[in-house]
């Protein structure tokens, strides 16, 4: 039997997560600044103009793209600076770019996986989610990738699913109201007349100034982002590490087929989900003449 050894509680792993991250924020900021700038850069393109021309809208998706590869290469060095070690803004990009397409396959599968559990019902999709949470944590610290990686957090979570969603869910609450805070003093009066207006979709919504979206750009790279990887890592780190039972050979194997199965389960919900929205989207006009022709033919 595994006996589970007890995690550090949730207020304690973010206060470690704020030291951590105070004591690196000079390669912190290093590795954000780039998709920062151009975030700023794009908000500034979006309200140049209100009906930019073809070529000018071609611009702005290319430009975009750019900046949401610049984020997702961004991530991927404060995953190897938080997980990998790396202690130079440099080093953080060499280490973290081999791992861009391992990561994306990486995602994949766990949504893939996930999505196997929301078809069945949204609870199990949630569970599994809790259990693989940790894969891109594996892959960066144990080099482990596609199914092994999945795997391994499997591993590491069982036993103690209730106390990761907790740990999960106290971060969400601390980065919510963070946002919430930031967004009252920057938009407050934006924000209350957006809130105020949701039983009216048909009302003019006022427009977020330039400066908020700004502000809530920065916070969010330079500061949310890193806390949550940072509070994941050391979440992860304190599973790994208090971890008694050993992964053998046979559960690796018993885990890996529940996997694949509930990836199968993912890949036909992935098909048939549209197919059945589709079929959903022409039932509901041709409904009412439906009912009277299939009772003439009945006749």
């Known amino acids: 039997m595994d006996k589970q050894n007890p995690l550090p ?7 470690q997560s704020v030291k ?19 975030s700023i850069v794009g908000i500034y393109i979006n309200t140049a103009s209100a009906s930019p021309s073809l070529v000018a809208g071609v611009a702005a998706f290319i430009f975009f793209f750019i900046t949401v590869i610049a984020g997702f290469l961004s991530e991927l060095g404060l995953l190897a600076v938080v997980a990998g070690g790396s202690s130079s803004v440099g080093n953080a990009y060499r280490k973290g770019l081999p791992l861009f397409w391992p990561f994306i396959w990486v995602s994949f599968l766990v949504g893939l996986t996930a999505l196997g559990g929301f078809v069945l019902l949204i609870i199990p999709g949630i569970i599994i989610g809790i259990f693989l949470g940790q894969s891109i ?4 610290t144990e080099d482990r990738r596609g199914i092994s990686a999945l795997v391994k957090s499997w591993h590491y979570v069982k036993g103690r699913a209730g106390s990761v969603f907790w740990r999960s869910l106290f971060l ?3 980065v919510l109201l963070i946002s919430l805070g930031i967004s009252f003093l920057v938009g407050g009066s934006a924000l209350l007349s957006q809130i105020k207006n949701i039983s009216h979709p048909t009302a003019i919504q006022p427009a977020v ?23 994941g890592y050391l979440l992860f780190s304190a599973l790994r590490a208090t971890k008694t039972e050993p992964l053998d050979e046979d559960r690796e194997h018993k885990l890996k087929k529940k996997i694949i199965i509930f990836m ?5 919900g992935f098909i048939l989900i549209p197919v059945l929205l589709v079929a959903w989207l022409w039932a509901v006009p041709h409904g009412p ?6 009772l003439n033919s009945l006749r």
């Open 209 to 231: 100034s330039k400066l908020s979206q700004i502000i809530n750009t920065a916070i969010n790279q330079i500061i949310l982002i890193p806390l949550g990887i940072i509070y």
């Open 264 to 268: 199968i389960i993912g890949i036909i």
């Open 289 to 294: 003449s439906l009912v009277p022709t299939t």
């Open 137 to 140: 944590y594996v892959l960066f």
């Open 20 to 38: 951590w991250y105070v004591s690196h924020f000079p390669i912190i900021f290093g590795v954000t600044i780039i998709p920062i700038i151009l």
């Open 172 to 174: 969400g609450i601390i």
């Open 9 to 15: 509680s949730a207020s304690n792993l973010f206060g």
